[in-house]
């Protein structure tokens, strides 16, 4: 055992740990010493984010004093910047030790002469941002690791706007959360009359909200017994996107049976992603056994929204991130403007990664659109920043994610579930499909096809090796891709623009980010991003052409399709 990492080890075993945590990491010298030693390697980091990781004892691990000493850091900001007082909110997934960990955050914030509103029990992450600032709280904590396979956990850290934290907040936390070196910095008990339980008074007040996005109502109402399958796939939708869709007034709701009850092992499932085909196999074999109109799917903490709808010959098909997003932006945009509800400084917000083509319907609309990195943070710090200026209507961005209206500042699966069904039903009226909407708008604006590919890099040295791959496309950029020119390389790290053709540079304004872009002259992009959660590297790639009438759909469809995989090829990936 490398001679630091057991220093750590024996820190535990002698300090202020409880018994079964020694028992566990003795079992693990004993039986498994190179899972001891990646769980003691280095420290969870605390990101930008907050923190996500492996449950089990260790530095390296989400378990109680990992979080505890996170919070005792967050709690020391917290005090720091508002000398007069602080609230937070607490809310938790339906992963395994989620409630724990919401619990001893809690229990760490009152000892702090923090007051804490708790959610009585599981409930979605968007309804923490939405709690955060109905109760005008300072800052707010969520337990979920998301998407992410069952043996992990996260604690997600917001700011008093509901939205995840952002600079200068995101670096002074951290800093904070360093200085803790000990369990015993940490306040774990005192106060517990700070804890106050929260729920139904917020429930009622987050659907009240989500009623009020509707646009056309009237239209639900002729559409009301519309079929609609969803699935919370073992998460926290459960709670919440039944009564949405009722309030919204459908009435031809149907649940995924096998996958309503929340459980953190997530049974019927490799992984919780509603990204992932196989986890919303069972909502897809429910809509074509009833036939149904949409199906809808959400991620254990409902904060990512997946579709399927029937495509031209009948068969039930999957809409990726990209595709759903388009759908909802085009939708707001254009229902607004036909119900003349519209505003002169509507704005729309999107990401550095996701499909141009939202850009080119909102610029054809008359609509702004902003772009900025990848993170709903991003999109929240700039409605901050053109508040009472300009009207934010949706964000969103291709990792299945959408924010709609300023209510709330994180993505949100349970109000996107009721838009993208509302969408259905306006599309009914028309004699359309969602598909066919989906067509018609690719003749209107371009036919824009994107494909996402993720390399996973595990291990202690799976993050140099993601550093290495960068480090490789930054020195050595291709000239060019699939036999068309490389013409420009966006570094958002280096915050530098580059025109490879004619060497000139500018300054790209917005906050550094490791990520590279590459702009080829027939007008296709690849992005490189390592993930800021997983021991991944994530590869964009988008392409488009024009597509003339829709009769030509699965011929071009083919063509971009190939295309993608010739840029893949050519890059080696």
Request: aromatic residues 8%.
């Amino acid at each position: 055992m490398d001679k630091t990492i057991q220093t750590k080890i024996n820190a535990w075993l002698n300090g202020n740990f409880d018994q079964a945590t020694k028992d566990e990491i003795n079992q693990l010298q004993k039986t498994k010493p190179e899972e001891l030693a990646d769980a003691f390697y280095k420290d969870l980091e605390f990101g930008t984010g907050g923190l996500r990781g492996i449950m089990g004892v260790g530095t390296n691990r989400m378990n109680k004093y990992t979080v505890g000493m996170a919070t005792q850091g967050y709690a020391n900001y917290l005090n720091k910047c508002f000398p007069a007082g602080v609230k937070v909110a607490i809310a938790h997934d339906s992963r395994n030790n989620s409630r724990f960990f919401a619990e001893t955050a809690a229990h760490v914030f009152a000892a702090n002469e923090i007051k804490v509103f708790l959610f009585e029990e599981l409930r979605p992450t968007p309804e923490l941002s939405f709690a955060i600032r109905y109760l005008k709280c300072q800052g707010g904590v969520v337990c979920t690791a998301s998407h992410n396979p069952k043996e992990y956990n996260g604690y997600k850290a917001y700011w008093d706007d509901g939205s995840q934290l952002v600079p200068p907040h995101d670096k002074n936390v951290i800093k904070e959360v360093e200085k803790i070196a000990s369990v015993d910095d940490v306040k774990w008990t005192g106060n517990d009359s700070n804890i106050i339980l929260i729920g139904k008074e917020l429930d009622d007040a987050y659907m009240e909200m989500v009623k009020e996005l509707s646009v056309y109502p009237e239209v639900i109402a002729r559409h009301r017994d519309m079929k609609i399958v969803y699935t919370p796939i073992h998460g926290t939708g459960i709670k919440l996107v039944p009564p949405v869709l009722e309030k919204f007034g459908f009435k031809n709701v149907h649940i995924v049976k096998e996958q309503s009850i929340p459980d953190g092992n997530f049974p019927t499932v490799v992984y919780p992603n509603p990204e992932e085909s196989e986890a919303m196999s069972l909502g897809l074999k429910l809509a074509e056994k009833i036939d149904a109109d949409i199906l809808c799917g959400t991620d254990p903490d409902a904060d990512r929204i997946a579709i399927g709808v029937k495509d031209l010959q009948g068969n039930w098909v999957l809409m990726n991130g990209n595709q759903t997003a388009v759908l909802a932006f085009n939708y707001l945009i254009e229902a607004r403007k036909t119900k003349g509800i519209a505003k002169p400084n509507d704005m729309v917000i999107t990401t550095i990664v996701t499909t141009p083509m939202i850009n080119e319907i909102a610029t054809k609309s008359g609509v702004a659109c902003y772009h900025v990195l990848t993170g709903f943070k991003w999109i929240a710090d700039l409605i901050r920043q053109k508040e009472g200026k300009e009207n934010y209507v949706i964000g969103g961005e291709e990792s299945f994610g959408l924010m709609i209206g300023d209510k709330i500042r994180d993505k949100d699966g349970i109000s996107a579930v009721a838009l993208l069904c509302e969408m259905a039903a306006y599309e009914k009226e028309k004699g359309r499909s969602l598909y066919e909407k989906m067509i018609d708008l690719y003749v209107q604006y371009g036919f824009y096809k994107e494909k996402l590919i993720s390399i996973t890099k595990k291990g202690m040295d799976g993050q140099q090796q993601i550093a290495a791959m960068m480090d490789s496309f930054r020195k050595n950029p291709p000239g060019t891709i699939n036999n068309s020119a490389v013409v420009q390389l966006l570094d958002y790290d280096l915050q530098k623009g580059k025109n490879l053709l004619n060497g000139e540079e500018w300054k790209i304004e917005l906050p550094k980010s490791n990520v590279l872009q590459f702009i080829l002259e027939d007008g296709s992009s690849i992005s490189a991003r390592p993930s800021g959660t997983e021991p991944k590297i994530k590869f964009y790639f988008s392409v488009n052409t024009k597509l003339d009438n829709a009769a030509d759909f699965e011929k071009i469809n083919k063509q971009l399709d190939d295309k993608i995989n010739a840029v893949i090829a050519d890059m080696k990936l």
